[in-house]
């Protein structure tokens, strides 16, 4: 079955560290994104990419880096420079402008 | 640049009634248009999707949508409302030039009343 995998499901990260959230398609979609979802507040856009090896930065990129090394990768690395990072984080690939959305991954800071 | 208002954030309905989401955009030609179903702690699930043609989409459990250009709306329907479609939706507006890239409501909880 086609679809994407999102991982770990719930993480927790103490104060000053780097995380990473994995991202992985099988859908052969060109297009990924990652969203942040905070209660009340919808989806936020924090990075998309069009094409392997390209990236932009979305609405509330500060704090968040992304790679897209191979089409089905897309993983996002919540830094220390993120002030506020507990959230629930959703990955999706697009084609045509389909999404397909992951099943996400909830980020805890303790 | 394309947005999407969904004036309701709660909507609280009885099992059985009718329902009705509403969902406003603003894009100058004419959007595609989506509506995403996402239960606590999933991902979103499209129920339907315009393109283009007839006005009146059918999706996936029993919900339908009505594009109206005049009103730039894009409201959800759903005839008979069961205990599981408790859930948050979510309309989505995407422009042809732009990449294909969607912009998000708000999104409306709805709650459903035995």
């Known amino acids: 079955d086609g679809g994407i995998t999102q991982s770990p499901k719930y993480l927790f990260r103490k104060e000053g560290q780097n995380v990473t959230l994995s991202c992985e398609q099988n859908?052969?979609?060109?297009?990924m994104y990652w969203y942040r979802q905070d209660p009340g507040q919808g989806l936020r856009l924090i990075y998309y990419?069009?094409?392997?090896?390209?990236?932009q930065k979305g609405d509330i990129a500060e704090g968040y880096s992304v790679s897209r090394e191979k089409k089905e990768s897309f993983p996002l690395t919540v830094t220390s420079a993120q002030k506020n990072p507990t959230a629930f984080y959703l990955c999706?690939?697009?084609?045509?402008?389909?999404?397909?959305f992951g099943s996400g991954t909830r980020l805890t800071v303790v | 640049a394309q947005s999407v208002t969904q004036p309701d954030i709660h909507i609280t309905v009885s099992e059985g009634a009718s329902l009705e989401l509403r969902c406003n955009y603003s894009?100058?030609?004419?959007?595609?248009l989506f509506w995403y179903v996402q239960s606590p702690g999933q991902g979103l699930q499209l129920l339907l999707k315009?393109?283009?043609?007839?006005?009146l989409v059918q999706g996936i459990k029993g919900f339908e949508a009505e594009f109206k250009r005049s009103q730039s709306s894009f409201n959800l329907r759903k005839p008979s409302v069961h205990w599981s479609d408790a859930a948050e939706y979510f309309c989505?507006?995407?422009?042809?030039?732009?990449?294909?890239?969607?912009?998000f409501g708000g999104g409306t909880r709805l709650m459903v009343k035995p």
């Open positions: 999706a690939s697009s084609i045509d402008a389909i999404y397909t």
């Open positions: 859908l052969n979609h060109d297009a």
């Open positions: 990419s069009q094409i392997v090896n390209d990236f």
């Open positions: 894009y100058g030609a004419t959007p595609y």
């Open positions: 315009y393109f283009s043609g007839d006005t």
């Open positions: 989505a507006v995407g422009a042809r030039n732009a990449g294909n890239m969607l912009t």
